[in-house]
DNA sequence: ACAAATATGTTATAATATAACATTAATATT
DNA sequence: AATATTAATGTTATATTATAACATATTTGT
């Protein structure tokens, strides 16, 4: 399977997981959201918004910050992307149906991401709460770096 | 003590730690870099950087963006404050001395943040690093919630 | 058919940050 | 001390990221 063929079918599967979880939920996946994710997954990477409006352009001239800014609130509310609040970018997420704390590997040289979960971190977010009678809402937890490919 | 004289003299020890810092690693606090620490100081919350512009033209009116910019940039690097990435604001640290992987309990009701240090998170970080063959360089750590304070 | 809620369109502007180049000040070299 | 080099600051302009506010269209519930 070629490279852009193994995108394509990455990018299919999480429209159709997109689709399922909205239908579950009872959320509306309009075409413009459904175009919005598809661009998303287009790029192995992170996007920008402003990238991610510019494609947008192409399908639709009229598009505009709002478009894309809205569009971007929606997907993120309902856990179907995830913005990385260190580079200002959006990325598809990988296991909309299952989420936990999630953390990111964000290899500097090629922009591609890695999603994990882990109950440590949830372990670590819980204790360190306790400790300071804090009671977490969001966790943001971003790793920098260089990842395997780029290592050589 | 009055809660004024406690900021006073928590802005003076970080002053003092900072001028320290710089004396051992040969770094110069110049009179513009030593204004926006005791600005960032001042309020015990987080700050903005635009604010900051506002507050340091009151005493130097040529201030522009790139006066603040540059010296956030010089005390970020020499690890005197944060960068708080899912505010895009700012925070002194409180323990410039000793730095390992550091995160961060903001409150989102009023702006205070507690900065942390636990072993834990650096085993994660290198555990799930080693895991994906991956080189970490910067760790983005910040859980927003409600503060001890603000919960009643 | 109508009202209410949701989504999208549109204009304008706010908020955050950097590029590029000029000048001044500090430090090192002769 | 004069000169070269580097580091810091000044200055203008602009890039990037994001939202407010209001208008229109579409969907949903009654
Ligand atoms: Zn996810
Ligand atoms: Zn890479
Ligand atoms: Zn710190
Ligand atoms: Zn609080």
Redesign the interface.
Known sequence: MSKRQKNLSVSAEALRKAEALCEINGLKLTKLRKQVLKLIWRKPGYVKAYDLLDELKKIDPSAKPPTIYRTLDFLIENGLIHKL??LNAFIGCHHPHEHNEC?F?I??SCQKI?E?C?K??N???A???KN?????????????????NC?N
Not at 132 to 148: D, R
């Open positions: 609040q260190s953390y590997l290899c500097d890695e994990c882990s440590k971190i372990n670590v977010v204790s360190t709460s300071n009678n804090f009671i977490p809402n969001k966790v943001t937890f971003e790793i920098a770096g260089t990842c395997q290592l």
